[in-house]
C-alpha cells in the first residue's frame, strides 16, 4: 500500500489549492482516505474523510464550506480542494488510509499514510 500527496504550496489568505492523493497497491472499495494536518507544535487533526463503498463524507468544521473531499475512481485519487485559505490553514497535509472502510476521523484509526505536502498560506 502506498499513498503519495501533491499539490501543497504557497498561497495568499483567500486563495485555493487542491491536493492530490495518489495510491497504489489496494482497492478504494475496501478503505476510508481520510486527510490530515498537523501544524508545527500542534496535534494532528482530521481535516476530512471519505468512504467510496457508503458514498460519504465527512469534513471538520473548522474548514466546513471551504474545503471538499472528493475521489476518482478511475485513478485511484483523492482529493482535498481547499477555497478560501487561512493563514491558521497553514501545515503539512497528510492523507491517510484506514482499512476500515467506513468514515474514520481519528488518526489512531488509519493503517497507512503518506509522507505529507505542505501547504503555507500567508497573509
Known amino acids: 500500500v502506498q499513498l503519495v500527496e501533491s499539490g501543497g504550496g504557497l498561497v495568499q489568505a483567500g486563495g485555493s489549492l487542491r491536493l492530490s492523493c495518489a495510491g497504489s497497491?489496494?482497492?478504494?472499495?475496501?478503505?476510508?482516505i481520510g486527510w490530515f494536518r498537523q501544524a508545527p507544535g500542534k496535534e494532528r487533526e482530521g481535516v476530512s474523510c471519505?468512504?467510496?463503498?457508503?458514498?460519504?463524507?465527512w469534513v471538520a468544521a473548522s474548514v466546513k464550506g471551504r474545503f471538499t473531499i472528493s475521489m476518482d475512481n478511475t485513478k485511484n485519487t483523492v482529493y482535498l480542494q481547499m477555497n478560501n485559505l487561512k493563514p491558521e490553514d497553514t501545515a503539512l497535509y497528510y492523507c491517510?488510509?484506514?482499512?476500515?472502510?467506513?468514515?474514520?476521523?481519528?488518526?489512531?484509526?488509519?493503517?497507512?499514510w503518506g509522507q505529507g505536502t505542505q501547504v503555507t498560506v500567508s497573509s
Open positions: 497497491g489496494f482497492t478504494f472499495d475496501d478503505y476510508a
Open positions: 491517510a488510509g484506514s482499512r476500515t472502510w467506513a468514515i474514520r476521523t481519528y488518526s489512531r484509526e488509519y493503517d497507512y
Open positions: 471519505i468512504s467510496r463503498r457508503d458514498s460519504t463524507t
